[in-house]
């Protein structure tokens, strides 16, 4: 048996003249979710209810899928609108229409067909499927739903407790899936009432993973009503075992109405935010100077203690106001403590080892103060020549060894090769920038 296009099959054959029965479905209730078939004959008052005789006309409206049932198996499914006229003769056949490929599949696991030839055992029988979006199903949490608080930008990950309330919609995607494993031999039409609650339970439940996988993308509890697309992919997500895999159920939309933190996780997220914030070194100077600003104006109203008292607090003010200064031109980073540079050393110290030795002796052995070495050092090994010549050797002072000069005030030293380490006249300390 199968379906053709009854356009079709009139236009090709005899088929026209052979039409017994004409099922249809008058537009469905927004509450009825399946309805059984009509019948309306046409001269032949002998058929029985649950037969369907060969050459019937079945007519499919918008927003509806036809399925007929055979011996308690679907064995024809068409979602496309049109006349069809039914034909013994034909294969099984399916017309999906917009419901995609997931009916065809359900359609070839179902198996052969059981036929009795068309005689009195035969029971048959042809429902209708509402395929419209089913709309104004309000919920509500009755308790607290966990969800995550997650900002990167300050490092703050917690769990508060939300309640929110709104509506949600949803379509038949599988009729197949929903005869089999809701609604099965419908005597007269299967209503919304029935499944309902047990989907808004089922919806609850399911709340709190899919909170959670919109948390995981850094969206707040606040600004979930802008993301109920995110929400309501989140949704059949979770919920895509109980319904879309085994009713043919999905979700099409999820409306938030109200979402609200109790009051204590309210005030907890403002504090690590205000704290965060004033992490922020401008924010903080901001804040501190208009602090200290008011500060000094409640200082000076306070005259009830007199006018001593008065002045004493605007004192007190401004030293805060000064602090707030420096936090603002530090960029409140911390002003570091002043180092302090050791003690300079003062004396000299003889070769046993006495540091701090002030006089012209060693206070330990005794021994003289060393006598800076002045002079050049003649090729002989005479040390100390302070003129032109050896004094030993009568050698000529070499022409390579530099004389010194202060360059700051212009003092020559008695022996211009062996200078001061500073120069009597100005202070001024010999290195190379004083040599000639």
Same mark, same amino acid.
């Given at each position: 048996?199968?379906?053709?296009?009854?356009?079709?099959?009139?236009?090709?054959?005899?088929?026209?003249?052979?039409?017994?029965?004409?099922?249809?479905?008058?537009?469905?209730?927004?509450?009825?979710?399946?309805?059984?078939?009509?019948?309306?004959?046409?001269?032949?008052?002998?058929?029985?209810?649950?037969?369907?005789?060969?050459?019937?006309?079945?007519?499919?409206?918008?927003?509806?899928?036809?399925?007929?049932?055979?011996?308690?198996?679907?064995?024809?499914?068409?979602?496309?609108?049109?006349?069809?006229?039914?034909?013994?003769?034909?294969?099984?056949?399916?017309?999906?229409?917009?419901?995609?490929?997931?009916?065809?599949?359900?359609?070839?696991?179902?198996?052969?067909?059981?036929?009795?030839?068309?005689?009195?055992?035969?029971?048959?029988?042809?429902?209708?499927?509402?395929?419209?979006?089913?709309?104004?199903?309000?919920?509500?949490?009755?308790?607290?739903?966990?969800?995550?608080?997650?900002?990167?930008?300050?490092?703050?990950?917690?769990?508060?407790?939300?309640?929110?309330?709104?509506?949600?919609?949803?379509?038949?995607?599988?009729?197949? @899936?929903?005869?089999?494993?809701?609604?099965?031999?419908?005597?007269?039409?299967?209503?919304?009432?029935?499944?309902?609650?047990? @989907?808004?339970?089922?919806?609850?439940?399911?709340?709190?993973?899919?909170?959670?996988?919109?948390?995981?993308?850094?969206?707040?509890?606040?600004?979930?009503?802008?993301?109920?697309?995110? @929400?309501?992919?989140?949704?059949?997500?979770?919920?895509?075992?109980?319904?879309?895999?085994?009713?043919?159920?999905?979700?099409?939309?999820?409306?938030?109405?109200?979402?609200?933190?109790?009051?204590?996780?309210?005030?907890?997220?403002?504090?690590?935010?205000?704290?965060?914030?004033?992490?922020?070194?401008?924010?903080?100077?901001?804040?501190?100077?208009?602090?200290?600003?008011?500060?000094?104006?409640?200082? %000076?109203?306070?005259?009830?203690?007199?006018?001593?008292? %008065?002045?004493?607090?605007?004192?007190?003010?401004?030293?805060?106001?000064?602090?707030?200064?420096?936090?603002?031109?530090?960029?409140?980073?911390?002003?570091?403590?002043?180092?302090?540079?050791?003690?300079?050393?003062?004396?000299?110290?003889?070769?046993?080892?006495?540091?701090?030795?002030?006089?012209?002796?060693?206070?330990?052995?005794?021994?003289?103060?060393?006598?800076?070495?002045?002079?050049?050092?003649?090729?002989?090994?005479?040390?100390?020549?302070?003129?032109?010549?050896?004094?030993?050797?009568?050698?000529?002072?070499?022409?390579?060894?530099?004389?010194?000069?202060?360059?700051?005030?212009?003092?020559?030293?008695?022996?211009?090769?062996?200078?001061?380490?500073?120069?009597?006249?100005?202070?001024?300390?010999?290195?190379?920038?004083?040599?000639?």
């Amino acid at each position: 048996m199968g379906l053709i296009k009854a356009v079709l099959g009139a236009a090709g054959s005899q088929l026209s003249d052979q039409w017994k029965e004409f099922f249809y479905c008058d537009s469905m209730e927004a509450d009825v979710l399946v309805t059984k078939g009509q019948k309306r004959t046409k001269g032949n008052n002998k058929g029985q209810d649950n037969i369907i005789t060969n050459g019937s006309v079945i007519a499919v409206n918008d927003g509806q899928c036809m399925i007929i049932v055979d011996q308690g198996k679907v064995v024809e499914l068409c979602a496309e609108p049109g006349e069809f006229t039914y034909d013994t003769s034909t294969e099984p056949s399916i017309f999906s229409g917009n419901l995609g490929t997931s009916i065809l599949e359900s359609f070839k696991v179902m198996g052969k067909r059981i036929t009795f030839g068309g005689d009195t055992g035969h029971d048959q029988r042809i429902y209708f499927f509402n395929t419209k979006e089913i709309m104004g199903n309000k919920y509500g949490t009755a308790n607290p739903v966990p969800f995550r608080v997650v900002d990167q930008r300050i490092g703050l990950d917690v769990d508060i407790s939300i309640r929110c309330n709104g509506e949600y919609s949803y379509k038949i995607t599988n009729p197949i @899936l929903f005869y089999t494993n809701v609604c099965a031999n419908v005597t007269d039409e299967f209503t919304r009432d029935k499944i309902d609650s047990q @989907l808004k339970a089922e919806l609850l439940t399911a709340l709190q993973p899919a909170f959670a996988r919109i948390s995981e993308m850094g969206i707040r509890y606040s600004a979930v009503p802008g993301h109920t697309k995110e @929400l309501a992919n989140a949704l059949n997500e979770e919920l895509s075992d109980q319904w879309r895999d085994l009713r043919g159920i999905e979700i099409i939309s999820f409306g938030v109405n109200t979402i609200k933190a109790s009051e204590e996780d309210e005030n907890m997220i403002k504090e690590l935010q205000r704290a965060a914030a004033l992490s922020n070194p401008a924010l903080g100077q901001g804040m501190m100077t208009g602090a200290t600003a008011q500060a000094m104006q409640d200082a %000076a109203k306070n005259t009830a203690a007199g006018p001593m008292m %008065a002045f004493a607090g605007m004192n007190m003010a401004n030293m805060t106001g000064a602090n707030a200064a420096v936090y603002q031109q530090t960029g409140g980073t911390p002003i570091p403590a002043p180092t302090v540079a050791p003690p300079k050393e003062e004396g000299w110290t003889c070769s046993c080892g006495k540091k701090g030795n002030t006089g012209k002796f060693c206070a330990e052995c005794g021994k003289p103060q060393p006598v800076p070495e002045q002079g050049w050092t003649c090729s002989c090994g005479k040390t100390g020549n302070l003129g032109k010549f050896c004094s030993e050797c009568g050698a000529k002072k070499p022409a390579g060894a530099p004389l010194y000069k202060c360059d700051k005030c212009g003092w020559t030293p008695e022996d211009p090769m062996n200078p001061p380490k500073f120069c009597p006249e100005c202070g001024d300390v010999f290195d190379d920038n004083d040599k000639q």
